[in-house]
């Protein structure tokens, strides 16, 4: 019997290996067919030009992974401009990153929505995702998962906020 993943993702990368060897790792699960099905959010949308198409094109399913872009979208956390430590291949905690917020947050507040609240909605019904794709959620409470499946379950945004 050999296994299949239906999803495999990198939550976070690892300090102590080359970021090519775990792509070259991943590439070659994918070329022996363990898994067919990324990081999608209204901030981070460089899948749309070739990824979902080309997922589209195969047929194949997609699952956005981190779709409240590590937080941020939910205006949990705040810049504090610290340094990037040595070692990190990766930190949200940057001003850039917290500038690209800015838009849809005045949007959401605008419409007067929660920015979790708008995120997901966006993702849902206007990120380009079809019925065969997904979003993979977290949360640390009970409260904050029913707080994201009830912001999933709403309606399509209004036109009014894409003006």
């Not at 299949?4 to 070259?24: G, Q």
């Not at 872009?69 to 001003?95: A, C, I, M």
Request: hydrophobic share 35%; glycine share 8%.
């Amino acid at each position: 019997m050999r296994i299949r993943f239906n999803i495999l993702y990198l939550h976070a990368p690892e300090k102590s290996m080359l970021f090519e060897k775990a792509v070259e790792a991943i590439d070659d699960l994918y070329k022996e067919g363990l898994f067919k099905r990324g990081m999608y959010n209204p901030i981070a949308r460089s899948a749309t030009t070739e990824l979902l198409p080309c997922i589209k094109h195969y047929n194949m399913g997609f699952y956005a992974y981190n779709p409240i872009s590590r937080g941020v979208l939910t205006r949990k956390y705040k810049f504090v401009g610290h340094e990037v430590k040595k070692g990190h291949r990766y930190d949200p905690n940057t001003q850039t990153y917290y500038e690209a917020v800015q838009a849809p947050t005045m949007t959401a507040s605008a419409s007067n929505l929660a920015l979790l609240e708008a995120t997901l909605r966006w993702m849902r019904h206007h990120s380009g995702q079809t019925a065969k794709d997904g979003i993979i959620i977290g949360s640390w409470s009970v409260a904050q998962l029913e707080g994201s499946l009830t912001g999933l379950d709403k309606g399509p945004l209004s036109v009014e906020m894409f003006n």
